[in-house]
């Protein structure tokens, strides 16, 4: 009985340490320490880098499409302050760096790419200074805000009073590139107030369009305030397109109906055209221009080009004209050029001399200085 007792007690001393050990076992997980996570860092998004320098170039062909009537609204990301502080930051450094620190410039401009994104473009444009926005760093996020939301820029633009040249030149060649360019460059200019920046855009517009479509030029100009400004477009349009069609030009200078602006550009299409066919631009001259001072600037640049190709020939045209003032400066005009190409006693340019008529060659000779100019008779008292 006794030893019954024992191997009990002994039993259940084995059973029970046999029922600790696998408690332990199997609770062991439960009891295994959590660890405390240390919260994540928060690294900042990085923008990627922009890919246009500096320099101006044109939209690529990514861009989206951007019809006559459409907004091109783009709705920025907002750009943080620290951003904007760094950006100005940028800025300074590279004005201050103008005296002739060509390496803080240029880390300037390398910092400024790597910060300028599409998504802030526009929200570092509209916090620059006008000094800040006509530097190449603010021409730079100013083409970046063109290309992805082009028409809100422009208007952005119109609305700024101290607006550029340069930056209106920027507006039209974006313009120009996206799809139905030139309708837009229309619709954008018709609903533009009469003021400096209309004016600056359509002369910038006309400027890049009149290399490749001089019609298209030439209709910016027409929608520009009458004044100096157009008129020099539309000789600069002229004097490009009679150089490459001069045909063309013409019918469309003779077709011009303000007889002043007509008269202007045949003067100027001469004066393109003199150096390669003067003949004909003599005769477009001698044709075409009735004013006197109009008349007389244009005769004196074809006579110049004409002398430097043909002396003779252009000796010949001058003698021909109408005796006046016009005529007497075209003979000298002749004479002083050619006889620098020909300084021989007896060569070409002086037996031409000699053999006009005596009252033309004194003139000659005395504004050369080949004679003394006779006394002034004066009354006797």
């Known amino acids: 009985m006794k030893r019954t007792m024992k191997f009990s007690a002994k039993a259940f001393r084995f059973v029970l340490i046999g029922a600790i050990i696998l408690i332990a076992v199997f609770m062991w997980p439960s009891y295994r320490p959590i660890p405390i996570s240390a919260p994540k860092p928060t690294v900042p998004a990085v923008s990627p880098r922009p890919a246009p320098a500096i320099t101006f170039e044109p939209p690529p062909a990514a861009t989206p499409a951007i019809g006559p009537q459409q907004s091109a609204r783009v709705e920025p990301t907002p750009a943080s302050d620290d951003l904007l502080a760094k950006v100005h ?8 760096a103008q005296t002739g620190d060509h390496d803080a410039q240029d880390a300037a401009i390398r910092d400024f790419q790597a910060v300028l994104t599409a998504d802030n473009a526009a929200e570092i444009v509209r916090s620059l200074s006008p000094e800040e926005l006509a530097c190449p760093l603010g021409s730079a996020a100013l083409d970046r805000w063109l290309q992805t939301g082009l028409l809100t820029a422009a208007n952005w633009l119109a609305a700024n009073t ?9 507006v039209g060649r974006n313009m120009f590139a996206a799809p139905a360019g030139s309708q837009m460059l229309a619709n954008y200019s018709d609903q533009l107030a009469s003021g400096p920046w209309k004016q600056q855009f359509l002369e910038g517009a ?3 369009a009149l290399e490749t479509n001089p019609a298209a030029a030439i209709d910016l100009a027409r929608r520009m305030d009458p004044g100096q400004d157009q008129s020099s477009l539309l000789q600069t349009v002229t004097y490009s397109w009679v150089s490459r ?28 055209y ?12 001698s044709s075409a221009i ?27 045209w001058v ?7 016009l005529r007497d400066d075209a003979l000298y005009a002749v004479a002083r050029q ?36 006779p006394p002034v008779e004066t009354p006797d008292p």
Do not use: C, Y
Request: proline fraction near 5%; aromatic fraction near 6%.
């Open 206 to 208: 006309g400027q890049l």
């Open 162 to 170: 101290n607006a550029t040249q340069e930056q209106a030149l920027l």
């Open 338 to 373: 050619w006889l620098q190409t020909d300084q021989r006693d007896n060569g070409p340019a002086s037996a031409w001399i000699m053999n006009l008529p005596d009252a033309d060659k004194n003139k000659i000779l005395i504004k050369l200085g080949a004679v003394d100019k």
């Open 274 to 285: 003199a150096a390669t066919d003067p003949a004909l631009a003599a005769s477009w001259v």
């Open 89 to 96: 930051s940028l800025f300074r450094q590279w004005l201050e």
């Open 290 to 316: 009735k004013t006197d001072q109009t008349l007389n600037d244009a005769v004196l640049h074809v006579a110049d080009a004409w002398v430097a190709k043909k002396p003779a020939d252009a000796a010949q």
């Open 245 to 272: 069609d001069p045909n063309a030009a013409l019918d469309w200078m003779l077709a011009v109906q303000d007889p002043s602006l007509r008269e202007k550009l045949v003067a100027v299409g001469a004066q393109a």
């Open 319 to 325: 003698a021909s004209l109408p005796d006046g003032s």
